[in-house]
């Protein structure tokens, strides 16, 4: 009776090893970046949700509602309206806690971080109408911005693959619909 050796060569051992670490250094950074696209996807909708959400609520209470954006802590706020599932609690959103560390936030609402909507919904800027309202939300792979429109206040989100910038004629390939209200 002829017993033959079971089990793996060195050599076979070291050809799978081989493979597995060359997949998990091609797979890896992919997999980040998809990662860090994804996180950045959320925090652009959840942000253009609340931007709808304060918009809301300056026309269904007949009142104007701000809303904020800091670039230097990466933070988004409205002082005047709460969280629509936590009374009392004024909306208060910080990306790089909430999402992800390596997102960055910035806003330029006519070269101001403010922007307020009238009992009618309409965007403004220090009693000015807005001419340009854009949110930017993203690493260095990949930016949503959530642009604002001047006349009725309608969000509207934009994907691009470069820096944030605060013109929405730069905007680049995609676009995902924030409704409105």
Not at 19 to 44: D, E, Q, W
Request: avoid cysteine.
């Amino acid at each position: 009776m002829h017993h033959s050796r079971r089990g793996l060569t060195f050599l076979e051992v070291t050809v799978v090893v081989l493979i597995i670490g060359v997949l998990a250094a091609v797979g890896t950074p992919h997999f980040a970046r998809s990662v860090r696209t994804r996180n950045a996807r959320n925090a652009a909708i959840r942000l253009a949700d609340y931007v709808n959400y304060v918009r809301s609520v300056a026309i269904n209470e007949g009142r104007s509602t701000q809303l904020s954006v800091d670039g230097a802590t990466d933070r988004f706020t409205s002082p005047d309206v709460d969280f629509p599932d936590q009374p009392g609690k004024r909306i208060s959103l910080s990306i790089k806690e909430d999402f992800d560390v390596a997102l960055e936030l910035s806003a330029s609402f006519d070269s101001a971080s403010t922007l307020t909507f009238d009992l009618e919904g309409g965007a403004s800027v220090a009693g000015n109408p807005l001419g340009v309202g854009v949110i930017s939300v993203g690493s260095r792979d990949i930016v949503f911005q959530i642009l604002v429109d001047s006349n009725q206040g309608v969000v509207s989100i934009t994907e691009t693959a470069a820096t944030p910038v605060s013109n929405p004629s730069d905007s680049g390939n995609g676009s995902i619909d924030a409704g409105g209200v």
